[in-house]
C-alpha cells in the first residue's frame, strides 16, 4: 500500500541536510585535490579509513569529537601512501587511487571487526535557542549536529581560499599548467601533497560522519559507493565549491526520498529503489559531460598527469 | 638525497623484476601486519603460501581449488588488461560479472527441467551477451557524451548488486526454496551445469575458457594491429588518431570485450563452483582481477601466473582463517598491500634512483 | 670600464651524457642589450636556468654588481632584479592577466591594486593589456606582453629574455623591439637568447656565441654580417639547400572552400581555405602560431574529417577518407609535435615505423603485422636519413629532437608520397639536421611530389619555397611566388591583409 502522507516534507528537508554531509565533505576535499591537478580515485577507501577511525577512537574515548578528529587524521594518513605513490614513485593516478579504495575496504574491515555491533557515542545536535523552535524552518536548518554546519563552514572556506588568497592561487596554478608553476619556482610535489592530504582528512571526516551520526554504526563496507558519487559530484559541480553544495544536497534528496518511498510501502521492490541514487549519479555525469555543458567544465589543465621536475 | 632520473629507455630487466619484489615486500609487511595481530607471521605465510599446494592434510582439497579461483580472475583479467593498455579503465567488471551470471542463470532457470544439449552453448551466450551489454552502458556513454568511464562503469557495480539482489530474493528465487532467498541449485541441473571436466583438478569450462582467451589475447596483443592500435592509443593517444584509430571504436571494443569476459567469467561460476544465483554471489572477483591485471604486467603471460598466485593467497588466506583465525579482511588488505608495492616498485623501470647532493629547495 | 651588471666566471653543469655549459664565462654591462646566440642544444637555456635560480651549477662564479650571487630559487634571482621572460610561457589560462601577473611576483599587492598597476605600466610601454580577461583568451603576442609587464612590475635591473620573437609577427616585432630599447634608455639590462640573427644585429650591443656548451665567441653583432654570425654559432660552413631549375606538374593537392571546427576549446576555426598545389612544387605557408597551422594539417592528414569535395588529391575527392585511405592515395603528413603527435614517445623506432608505414608499405597482412618487415623499413629509414641511433629497438624519446625529426620525416619521404605535408620541419632541431631536412624536402619535389611546407620561419619558407601563403585566424591567403616577395608584402600576408584588401584601402 502506498502511503505518501506518511512523508512529512519537513522531515525530509532536514534528512536531507544529514544524507548530503558525508559526500558534500568528501567531494569538497576532493575538489581542492582535482584543483591542484591530482586525480585521487581513493575517496571511497580513504572514507571508509575514516568511518573505521573515527569510529573506533570514540568508542574507546567516549567522545565524539575525538572520534571526528581521529577520523580526519586517519583519511589524511591514509592519502599519504597515495601522495608517496603518485607524487614521489611517479605511479599512475588512476591504478594508485584504485589501489587505495582497495586497500582502504580491507584495512577497514580489519580495524572494525571488534566494532560490529556496538553503539557510538552520541553527537548531541546544536541548539540554536529561539531559532531551533521556529515552525518549519528550525527542524530543517537549527536542529543539526555541528558537522553538517562544519561542512558548510568548510565549503565556503575553500571557495575564499581558492579564490581570494595568494595560497589558492598557486594551487590552482599548479594545477593548471605544472611546468609553468615550476618555472616560477613554486614546488609543485609539495602544493600537491598537502592538496592530497587535505582531501583525506576531508573524507575522513565524511566517513565518520556516517558511522558515528547518520547511521550510527560500524558494519563493513558501509560507505557503499558514496565516494564514487563523491567523485562525480566535483565533475558535476565543475569545480566550483558552491555547486558541491548544490549537488550534494540534491543527491541527499534523493537519498532520503528513495528511503521514505520504501519506508512508505511503494510498490517497487526496494532493491530497485535503493538503486537510483547511482542511476541518477551516472545520469547527472552524461548531462554534465554532453554537448554545451562540457565547455564551461572547465576541469584543470594538469588534471590526472604526472609531473617529474628535470633538471 | 635521492634524486629519480628519467631512464631514457625503459628497463627491461625491471619489468621483469618488479613483480617479483612487490610479492616478497608484501609478504615482508603481510608478516608484520600478522604478527601485529598476533599471530605467528612465518606460519601464516607458510599457511597462505606454501600449505595449499604441499601440505598432504590439505592439498588434496586445495590443489583443485587454485584453478576454481584462478579461472575466473585470469579471464577476467585479460579483458581488463586489454583495455587498461589503451588507456580505457574499465573498473566496473564486478557488476558484468553479475549481470553475465543473470542473464546465464536466467536462461537455465527457463529451460528447467528439459534436457538439450544447446541449453549450455545458449547460457555462455547469454552469459557473455550480458556482460557485454552491461559494459556496453560506460562505452556509449563515452563515445556519445564523454562521460568517465572509470566513473559509470564502478556505480553500474552498486546497480548491478541490486538487481542481484532483487533477483535471487525475487523473480530467480528457487519456487521449491522455502521462501529463502537463492535460485534453484543450476549445479545440479545436467543440462545447464559446468561441470568439473577432469576429477579433483577444478578444471571446469571456465578455466579452459580462461586459456583460451590467454591465447587469444596473446596474438592479439602481440601480432595484430589492433593490439598495437591498442597500445598506441593508451600510450600517445593523438598519435593513435594520425595513424588513423578512431578512438571510438576502440572504446567500444575494449570495453565490450572485457564486459564479455567478465560475463562469462560469471556464467560459469554461477553453474559450476557457485551452484546458484544467491545474493552474496559476487565476491570481488571484478576487483581482484585489477590487481591481477596489474601484477601480471597487462601481459597474458603474466596474467595467468598473477592469476595463480592471488588465486593462492584466496585459498591459503581460508585456510589460514580456518587454522589461524586470521581474519579474512587481512587477505584484502594483503591484495591491496601487493598493489602498493607493485605500484612504487614500477618507479625503477622508468627511473633511476640516484643518491645526489641536496638541491636546496 | 665600469663594473659589469652580471658577470659569469668558469660556469660549468653537466647532466648524465651531456656537457650542458663547460667554463662559460661572460659579463653582462649595465644598459646593455647583450644577445646570447647558439643553436638548439649550446647550452643557452641551461646558462639562463642557472643565472634565475633553477638549477645550480657544479662549479664557477656568479657575480651581481661585484658580490657573489648564487641563486638557489627562483625568488632569490627575483629579488636581486633578474626577471625572466620564458620561450614557452609560464601562464595560466584558466586565470586572469592580474592572477597570472601576481603568481609571477614574491609579494603581490592586492588584486585591485596590481591590475591598476598593470594598466599603467602596459601603457607606459606600450602594450596595452586589459588585467580583467581571461588569459586563455588573450594571442600570444599579447601573452607575451603579460610575461613583460609582470617582469616590469619588478622594476628588473636584468630582463632575461628566451626566444622572444618566435612567435610574434614582423609587426609586433618592431613593437617589442621599441619597448626593449625604452628599457635599455632607463639603464637597465636585457639579456637577449636567440638564433635569429638579423633580429641580433638590429638589437643587440653585444653578442656571446655558444656552441656545445662552450663560449666560441665573443663580438659586437652590428659589425658583423648574418653570415659570419652563422658560422660562428655552427662552426662549419654551412650547406646551402639547392635544387635545380624545375616546371611545375599538375595539380596534385587541391583545397576548395574548406571551412572545418576544431575540436579544441581554444583551438582555431579554418575559414574558407582554398589553394592548389602542382606536382614538383613547394609551397611555404608561413603564419604566426595558433592561426590553424595545427588543424589546417589535421584536415590534411585525416584527423579532422572534412566535406568530401573540400580536398582532393590529384583529382580525387578525400575529404571524408581518414588517414589511412588517404595515405594509400599517397597523401602523407608529418605533424608538429614529434613526441606524442608523430611519434609515440615509449614506443621503439621499428613500432613507430609501423605507426604510418604499415598500409603503404605492405606491412600488415590479414591483420597480422609482419615485424620482421617493419623492422626492415625501420632499418632503411636510419639508414638513409641518417638518423644517430644505436637501432630501431631504441625508444623514440631517447633520440635528439633532430634524429627524431629526420626518422618522422623521412618515415614519410621512404614512402613515396605524391602530396607530403609537414609543419614545422625544422623546430628546435639542430643547423646540421635542419639543412638534411630542407635538402630532402627539395629532393623530394624535385621527384615530383608536392609539398607543402607548414613553418614560422620564414627565412626557411624563403629558402625552400616556390610559393608562399600565410594562415592569420584560420584564413589562408592567396598564394604567391616566392620570388620577388618581400619582407613587408609578407608581414601584411601575415597580419591578415590579402592584395585584393590591400588595393581597396
Same mark, same amino acid.
Given at each position: 500500500?502506498?502511503?505518501?502522507?506518511?512523508?512529512?516534507?519537513?522531515?525530509?528537508?532536514?534528512?536531507?541536510?544529514?544524507?548530503?554531509?558525508?559526500?558534500?565533505?568528501?567531494?569538497?576535499?576532493?575538489?581542492?585535490?582535482?584543483?591542484?591537478?591530482?586525480?585521487?580515485?581513493?575517496?571511497?577507501?580513504?572514507?571508509?579509513?575514516?568511518?573505521?577511525?573515527?569510529?573506533?577512537?570514540?568508542?574507546?574515548?567516549?567522545?565524539?569529537?575525538?572520534?571526528?578528529?581521529?577520523?580526519?587524521?586517519?583519511?589524511?594518513?591514509?592519502?599519504?601512501?597515495?601522495?608517496?605513490?603518485?607524487?614521489?614513485?611517479?605511479?599512475?593516478?588512476?591504478?594508485?587511487?584504485?589501489?587505495?579504495?582497495?586497500?582502504?575496504?580491507?584495512?577497514?574491515?580489519?580495524?572494525?571487526?571488534?566494532?560490529?555491533?556496538?553503539?557510538?557515542?552520541?553527537?548531541?545536535?546544536?541548539?540554536?535557542?529561539?531559532?531551533?523552535?521556529?515552525?518549519?524552518?528550525?527542524?530543517?536548518?537549527?536542529?543539526?549536529?555541528?558537522?553538517?554546519?562544519?561542512?558548510?563552514?568548510?565549503?565556503?572556506?575553500?571557495?575564499?581560499?581558492?579564490?581570494?588568497?595568494?595560497?589558492?592561487?598557486?594551487?590552482?596554478?599548479?594545477?593548471?599548467?605544472?611546468?609553468?608553476?615550476?618555472?616560477?619556482?613554486?614546488?609543485?610535489?609539495?602544493?600537491?601533497?598537502?592538496?592530497?592530504?587535505?582531501?583525506?582528512?576531508?573524507?575522513?571526516?565524511?566517513?565518520?560522519?556516517?558511522?558515528?551520526?547518520?547511521?550510527?554504526?560500524?558494519?563493513?563496507?558501509?560507505?557503499?559507493?558514496?565516494?564514487?558519487?563523491?567523485?562525480?559530484?566535483?565533475?558535476?559541480?565543475?569545480?566550483?565549491?558552491?555547486?558541491?553544495?548544490?549537488?550534494?544536497?540534491?543527491?541527499?534528496?534523493?537519498?532520503?526520498?528513495?528511503?521514505?518511498?520504501?519506508?512508505?510501502?511503494?510498490?517497487?521492490?526496494?532493491?530497485?529503489?535503493?538503486?537510483?541514487?547511482?542511476?541518477?549519479?551516472?545520469?547527472?555525469?552524461?548531462?554534465?559531460?554532453?554537448?554545451?555543458?562540457?565547455?564551461?567544465?572547465?576541469?584543470?589543465?594538469?588534471?590526472?598527469?604526472?609531473?617529474?621536475?628535470?633538471? | 638525497?635521492?634524486?629519480?632520473?628519467?631512464?631514457?629507455?625503459?628497463?627491461?630487466?625491471?619489468?621483469?623484476?618488479?613483480?617479483?619484489?612487490?610479492?616478497?615486500?608484501?609478504?615482508?609487511?603481510?608478516?608484520?601486519?600478522?604478527?601485529?595481530?598476533?599471530?605467528?607471521?612465518?606460519?601464516?605465510?607458510?599457511?597462505?603460501?606454501?600449505?595449499?599446494?604441499?601440505?598432504?592434510?590439505?592439498?588434496?582439497?586445495?590443489?583443485?581449488?587454485?584453478?576454481?579461483?584462478?579461472?575466473?580472475?585470469?579471464?577476467?583479467?585479460?579483458?581488463?588488461?586489454?583495455?587498461?593498455?589503451?588507456?580505457?579503465?574499465?573498473?566496473?567488471?564486478?557488476?558484468?560479472?553479475?549481470?553475465?551470471?543473470?542473464?546465464?542463470?536466467?536462461?537455465?532457470?527457463?529451460?528447467?527441467?528439459?534436457?538439450?544439449?544447446?541449453?549450455?552453448?545458449?547460457?555462455?551466450?547469454?552469459?557473455?551477451?550480458?556482460?557485454?551489454?552491461?559494459?556496453?552502458?560506460?562505452?556509449?556513454?563515452?563515445?556519445?557524451?564523454?562521460?568517465?568511464?572509470?566513473?559509470?562503469?564502478?556505480?553500474?557495480?552498486?546497480?548491478?548488486?541490486?538487481?542481484?539482489?532483487?533477483?535471487?530474493?525475487?523473480?530467480?528465487?528457487?519456487?521449491?526454496?522455502?521462501?529463502?532467498?537463492?535460485?534453484?541449485?543450476?549445479?545440479?541441473?545436467?543440462?545447464?551445469?559446468?561441470?568439473?571436466?577432469?576429477?579433483?583438478?577444478?578444471?571446469?569450462?571456465?578455466?579452459?575458457?580462461?586459456?583460451?582467451?590467454?591465447?587469444?589475447?596473446?596474438?592479439?596483443?602481440?601480432?595484430?594491429?589492433?593490439?598495437?592500435?591498442?597500445?598506441?592509443?593508451?600510450?600517445?593517444?593523438?598519435?593513435?588518431?594520425?595513424?588513423?584509430?578512431?578512438?571510438?571504436?576502440?572504446?567500444?571494443?575494449?570495453?565490450?570485450?572485457?564486459?564479455?569476459?567478465?560475463?562469462?567469467?560469471?556464467?560459469?561460476?554461477?553453474?559450476?563452483?557457485?551452484?546458484?544465483?544467491?545474493?552474496?554471489?559476487?565476491?570481488?572477483?571484478?576487483?581482484?582481477?585489477?590487481?591481477?591485471?596489474?601484477?601480471?604486467?597487462?601481459?597474458?603471460?603474466?596474467?595467468?601466473?598473477?592469476?595463480?598466485?592471488?588465486?593462492?593467497?584466496?585459498?591459503?588466506?581460508?585456510?589460514?582463517?580456518?587454522?589461524?583465525?586470521?581474519?579474512?579482511?587481512?587477505?584484502?588488505?594483503?591484495?591491496?598491500?601487493?598493489?602498493?608495492?607493485?605500484?612504487?616498485?614500477?618507479?625503477?623501470?622508468?627511473?633511476?634512483?640516484?643518491?645526489?647532493?641536496?638541491?636546496?629547495? | 670600464?665600469?663594473?659589469?651588471?652580471?658577470?659569469?666566471?668558469?660556469?660549468?653543469?653537466?647532466?648524465?651524457?651531456?656537457?650542458?655549459?663547460?667554463?662559460?664565462?661572460?659579463?653582462?654591462?649595465?644598459?646593455?642589450?647583450?644577445?646570447?646566440?647558439?643553436?638548439?642544444?649550446?647550452?643557452?637555456?641551461?646558462?639562463?636556468?642557472?643565472?634565475?635560480?633553477?638549477?645550480?651549477?657544479?662549479?664557477?662564479?656568479?657575480?651581481?654588481?661585484?658580490?657573489?650571487?648564487?641563486?638557489?630559487?627562483?625568488?632569490?634571482?627575483?629579488?636581486?632584479?633578474?626577471?625572466?621572460?620564458?620561450?614557452?610561457?609560464?601562464?595560466?589560462?584558466?586565470?586572469?592577466?592580474?592572477?597570472?601577473?601576481?603568481?609571477?611576483?614574491?609579494?603581490?599587492?592586492?588584486?585591485?591594486?596590481? %591590475?591598476? !598597476?598593470?594598466?599603467? #605600466?602596459?601603457?607606459?610601454?606600450? $602594450?596595452?593589456? @586589459? =588585467?580583467?580577461? &581571461?588569459?586563455? +583568451?588573450?594571442? %600570444?603576442? !599579447?601573452?607575451?606582453? #603579460?610575461?613583460?609587464?609582470?617582469? $616590469?612590475?619588478? @622594476? =628588473?635591473?636584468? &630582463?632575461?629574455? +628566451?626566444?622572444?620573437?618566435?612567435?610574434?609577427?614582423?609587426?609586433?616585432?618592431?613593437?617589442?623591439?621599441?619597448?626593449?630599447?625604452?628599457?635599455?634608455?632607463?639603464?637597465?639590462?636585457?639579456?637577449?637568447?636567440?638564433?635569429?640573427?638579423?633580429?641580433?644585429?638590429?638589437?643587440?650591443?653585444?653578442?656571446?656565441?655558444?656552441?656545445?656548451?662552450?663560449?666560441?665567441?665573443?663580438?659586437?653583432?652590428?659589425?658583423?654580417?648574418?653570415?659570419?654570425?652563422?658560422?660562428?654559432?655552427?662552426?662549419?660552413?654551412?650547406?646551402?639547400?639547392?635544387?635545380?631549375?624545375?616546371?611545375?606538374?599538375?595539380?596534385?593537392?587541391?583545397?576548395?572552400?574548406?571551412?572545418?571546427?576544431?575540436?579544441?576549446?581554444?583551438?582555431?576555426?579554418?575559414?574558407?581555405?582554398?589553394?592548389?598545389?602542382?606536382?614538383?612544387?613547394?609551397?611555404?605557408?608561413?603564419?604566426?602560431?595558433?592561426?590553424?597551422?595545427?588543424?589546417?594539417?589535421?584536415?590534411?592528414?585525416?584527423?579532422?574529417?572534412?566535406?568530401?569535395?573540400?580536398?582532393?588529391?590529384?583529382?580525387?575527392?578525400?575529404?571524408?577518407?581518414?588517414?589511412?585511405?588517404?595515405?594509400?592515395?599517397?597523401?602523407?603528413?608529418?605533424?608538429?609535435?614529434?613526441?606524442?603527435?608523430?611519434?609515440?614517445?615509449?614506443?621503439?623506432?621499428?613500432?613507430?615505423?609501423?605507426?604510418?608505414?604499415?598500409?603503404?608499405?605492405?606491412?600488415?597482412?590479414?591483420?597480422?603485422?609482419?615485424?620482421?618487415?617493419?623492422?626492415?623499413?625501420?632499418?632503411?629509414?636510419?639508414?638513409?636519413?641518417?638518423?644517430?641511433?644505436?637501432?630501431?629497438?631504441?625508444?623514440?624519446?631517447?633520440?635528439?629532437?633532430?634524429?627524431?625529426?629526420?626518422?618522422?620525416?623521412?618515415?614519410?619521404?621512404?614512402?613515396?608520397?605524391?602530396?607530403?605535408?609537414?609543419?614545422?620541419?625544422?623546430?628546435?632541431?639542430?643547423?646540421?639536421?635542419?639543412?638534411?631536412?630542407?635538402?630532402?624536402?627539395?629532393?623530394?619535389?624535385?621527384?615530383?611530389?608536392?609539398?607543402?611546407?607548414?613553418?614560422?620561419?620564414?627565412?626557411?619558407?624563403?629558402?625552400?619555397?616556390?610559393?608562399?601563403?600565410?594562415?592569420?585566424?584560420?584564413?589562408?591567403?592567396?598564394?604567391?611566388?616566392?620570388?620577388?616577395?618581400?619582407?613587408?608584402?609578407?608581414?601584411?600576408?601575415?597580419?591578415?591583409?590579402?592584395?585584393?584588401?590591400?588595393?581597396?584601402?
Amino acid at each position: 500500500m502506498i502511503d505518501l502522507s506518511s512523508i512529512n516534507p519537513v522531515v525530509l528537508a532536514a534528512a536531507l541536510m544529514v544524507a548530503a554531509t558525508p559526500i558534500l565533505l568528501a567531494a569538497i576535499g576532493e575538489l581542492v585535490v582535482e584543483k591542484a591537478g591530482v586525480l585521487n580515485l581513493g575517496v571511497e577507501g580513504m572514507m571508509i579509513t575514516g568511518a573505521v577511525t573515527g569510529f573506533a577512537v570514540a568508542v574507546m574515548t567516549r567522545d565524539p569529537y575525538l572520534g571526528l578528529l581521529a577520523a580526519a587524521v586517519g583519511g589524511a594518513t591514509i592519502s599519504l601512501i597515495f601522495a608517496v605513490l603518485t607524487q614521489v614513485m611517479m605511479a599512475n593516478q588512476v591504478a594508485s587511487g584504485l589501489a587505495l579504495t582497495l586497500f582502504g575496504l580491507g584495512f577497514s574491515a580489519l580495524l572494525g571487526q571488534g566494532f560490529v555491533g556496538v553503539s557510538p557515542p552520541r553527537t548531541p545536535r546544536l541548539d540554536f535557542g529561539w531559532l531551533t523552535e521556529l515552525p518549519v524552518i528550525g527542524p530543517i536548518l537549527f536542529r543539526h549536529d555541528p558537522m553538517v554546519y562544519v561542512s558548510l563552514i568548510l565549503v565556503a572556506a575553500v571557495w575564499y581560499f581558492l579564490n581570494y588568497s595568494r595560497g589558492g592561487r598557486i594551487l590552482r596554478a599548479v594545477g593548471e599548467n605544472h611546468e609553468a608553476a615550476h618555472a616560477l619556482g613554486y614546488n609543485v610535489r609539495r602544493v600537491r601533497i598537502l592538496a592530497i592530504a587535505f582531501g583525506g582528512a576531508c573524507a575522513g571526516l565524511g566517513g565518520a560522519y556516517l558511522s558515528l551520526i547518520r547511521v550510527p554504526q560500524w558494519t563493513e563496507g558501509m560507505t557503499a559507493g558514496a565516494g564514487w558519487i563523491a567523485l562525480a559530484l566535483v565533475v558535476f559541480s565543475s569545480w566550483r565549491p558552491w555547486r558541491v553544495v548544490l549537488g550534494a544536497y540534491l543527491f541527499g534528496g534523493i537519498i532520503v526520498l528513495q528511503l521514505n518511498l520504501q519506508a512508505a510501502g511503494f510498490r517497487i521492490p526496494v532493491e530497485y529503489l535503493a538503486m537510483s541514487p547511482y542511476l541518477v549519479t551516472i545520469l547527472v555525469l552524461v548531462v554534465m559531460s554532453s554537448g554545451r555543458a562540457r565547455k564551461t567544465l572547465a576541469a584543470p589543465g594538469s588534471l590526472g598527469r604526472p609531473f617529474h621536475a628535470s633538471g | 638525497m635521492l634524486r629519480l632520473e628519467k631512464r631514457p629507455q625503459p628497463s627491461a630487466a625491471w619489468g621483469w623484476a618488479t613483480p617479483v619484489l612487490a610479492v616478497a615486500l608484501t609478504m615482508v609487511a603481510g608478516g608484520i601486519l600478522f604478527a601485529a595481530l598476533g599471530k605467528d607471521p612465518f606460519a601464516a605465510i607458510k599457511m597462505i603460501f606454501w600449505d595449499p599446494l604441499f601440505n598432504p592434510q590439505f592439498a588434496s582439497y586445495s590443489r583443485p581449488q587454485l584453478l576454481v579461483k584462478a579461472g575466473p580472475l585470469i579471464l577476467i583479467a585479460v579483458g581488463l588488461a586489454i583495455g587498461f593498455r589503451a588507456g580505457i579503465w574499465n573498473i566496473g567488471a564486478e557488476g558484468q560479472y553479475i549481470i553475465g551470471a543473470l542473464c546465464g542463470a536466467a536462461v537455465a532457470l527457463a529451460f528447467f527441467p528439459s534436457p538439450g544439449w544447446y541449453i549450455f552453448p545458449l547460457m555462455v551466450l547469454a552469459g557473455a551477451f550480458g556482460g557485454w551489454a552491461w559494459a556496453m552502458i560506460p562505452a556509449i556513454l563515452k563515445t556519445r557524451f564523454n562521460t568517465n568511464e572509470i566513473l559509470v562503469s564502478l556505480l553500474l557495480v552498486y546497480v548491478a548488486e541490486k538487481i542481484l539482489a532483487a533477483m535471487a530474493t525475487g523473480r530467480m528465487r528457487n519456487p521449491d526454496g522455502a521462501g529463502f532467498p537463492g535460485s534453484r541449485n543450476i549445479a545440479q541441473y545436467p543440462a545447464a551445469s559446468n561441470p568439473e571436466l577432469i576429477a579433483n583438478s577444478g578444471m571446469h569450462w571456465g578455466v579452459v575458457t580462461a586459456f583460451i582467451a590467454v591465447i587469444f589475447a596473446y596474438i592479439l596483443l602481440h601480432k595484430h594491429i589492433l593490439g598495437y592500435q591498442v597500445q598506441l592509443a593508451g600510450q600517445a593517444p593523438r598519435a593513435a588518431r594520425f595513424a588513423g584509430v578512431a578512438p571510438a571504436r576502440l572504446v567500444v571494443l575494449c570495453l565490450g570485450l572485457s564486459g564479455a569476459l567478465a560475463g562469462l567469467a560469471g556464467l560459469f561460476e554461477v553453474a559450476g563452483p557457485a551452484r546458484m544465483i544467491s545474493i552474496d554471489f559476487n565476491v570481488g572477483y571484478g576487483f581482484t582481477a585489477i590487481i591481477v591485471a596489474f601484477l601480471g604486467r597487462l601481459h597474458p603471460v603474466g596474467i595467468v601466473l598473477a592469476g595463480l598466485l592471488m588465486a593462492l593467497t584466496y585459498i591459503g588466506g581460508e585456510l589460514a582463517q580456518f587454522m589461524l583465525g586470521l581474519p579474512s579482511a587481512s587477505i584484502q588488505v594483503f591484495q591491496g598491500m601487493l598493489l602498493f608495492f607493485l605500484l612504487a616498485f614500477d618507479v625503477l623501470s622508468n627511473y633511476r634512483i640516484r643518491f645526489a647532493r641536496a638541491e636546496a629547495a | 670600464m665600469s663594473e659589469p651588471l652580471l658577470a659569469i666566471e668558469g660556469m660549468t653543469k653537466t647532466y648524465p651524457g651531456v656537457v650542458a655549459n663547460s667554463d662559460v664565462s661572460f659579463d653582462i654591462g649595465k644598459g646593455e642589450i647583450h644577445a646570447l646566440l647558439g643553436e638548439n642544444g649550446a647550452g643557452k637555456s641551461t646558462l639562463v636556468k642557472a643565472i634565475y635560480g633553477l638549477i645550480r651549477p657544479d662549479s664557477g662564479s656568479m657575480r651581481w654588481r661585484g658580490a657573489p650571487f648564487t641563486p638557489s630559487a627562483p625568488h632569490e634571482a627575483r629579488a636581486a632584479g633578474v626577471a625572466m621572460v620564458f620561450q614557452h610561457f609560464s601562464l595560466f589560462d584558466a586565470l586572469d592577466v592580474a592572477e597570472n601577473v601576481a603568481l609571477g611576483m614574491d609579494n603581490p599587492p592586492p588584486l585591485r591594486r596590481l %591590475a591598476a !598597476q598593470i594598466r599603467k #605600466v602596459s601603457q607606459d610601454y606600450g $602594450l596595452p593589456l @586589459d =588585467p580583467d580577461q &581571461l588569459l586563455g +583568451d588573450l594571442s %600570444a603576442g !599579447q601573452r607575451q606582453r #603579460v610575461e613583460i609587464v609582470r617582469c $616590469l612590475l619588478q @622594476d =628588473p635591473h636584468l &630582463l632575461i629574455m +628566451d626566444e622572444p620573437t618566435s612567435v610574434l609577427t614582423p609587426q609586433e616585432v618592431d613593437t617589442l623591439f621599441r619597448t626593449l630599447r625604452q628599457l635599455r634608455s632607463e639603464g637597465r639590462s636585457i639579456l637577449y637568447i636567440s638564433h635569429k640573427l638579423e633580429e641580433i644585429r638590429a638589437l643587440c650591443d653585444k653578442a656571446t656565441v655558444l656552441r656545445l656548451g662552450k663560449v666560441v665567441g665573443r663580438c659586437d653583432p652590428r659589425q658583423k654580417t648574418a653570415r659570419e654570425l652563422a658560422e660562428m654559432m655552427v662552426g662549419t660552413k654551412l650547406h646551402q639547400p639547392e635544387r635545380p631549375p624545375h616546371a611545375p606538374g599538375e595539380v596534385a593537392l587541391e583545397i576548395r572552400a574548406l571551412n572545418l571546427a576544431s575540436p579544441s576549446p581554444f583551438g582555431t576555426r579554418l575559414k574558407e581555405v582554398s589553394i592548389s598545389v602542382h606536382a614538383g612544387e613547394i609551397l611555404g605557408i608561413g603564419g604566426v602560431a595558433g592561426n590553424g597551422q595545427d588543424e589546417f594539417l589535421a584536415a590534411l592528414s585525416g584527423e579532422m574529417r572534412a566535406p568530401r569535395g573540400a580536398v582532393f588529391v590529384k583529382g580525387e575527392p578525400v575529404g571524408h577518407l581518414g588517414p589511412n585511405a588517404r595515405r594509400a592515395l599517397g597523401l602523407l603528413c608529418a605533424p608538429e609535435q614529434r613526441l606524442g603527435h608523430a611519434a609515440a614517445p615509449e614506443m621503439t623506432l621499428t613500432e613507430n615505423a609501423l605507426l604510418t608505414g604499415a598500409w603503404r608499405q605492405k606491412l600488415v597482412k590479414g591483420g597480422l603485422v609482419n615485424w620482421t618487415k617493419t623492422r626492415g623499413f625501420a632499418e632503411a629509414v636510419i639508414k638513409r636519413f641518417d638518423v644517430r641511433t644505436p637501432g630501431p629497438q631504441v625508444v623514440a624519446r631517447a633520440l635528439s629532437g633532430g634524429n627524431l625529426q629526420k626518422f618522422v620525416i623521412g618515415r614519410e619521404i621512404m614512402q613515396r608520397p605524391e602530396v607530403l605535408v609537414v609543419n614545422q620541419p625544422t623546430w628546435g632541431v639542430d643547423a646540421a639536421a635542419a639543412a638534411a631536412i630542407r635538402q630532402a624536402l627539395m629532393d623530394l619535389a624535385q621527384g615530383g611530389a608536392a609539398v607543402v611546407v607548414i613553418s614560422q620561419d620564414l627565412d626557411e619558407l624563403l629558402e625552400i619555397a616556390d610559393s608562399f601563403a600565410a594562415l592569420n585566424a584560420g584564413r589562408l591567403t592567396a598564394k604567391r611566388p616566392v620570388r620577388g616577395l618581400t619582407l613587408d608584402q609578407i608581414g601584411l600576408m601575415l597580419g591578415g591583409a590579402d592584395e585584393d584588401t590591400d588595393a581597396a584601402a
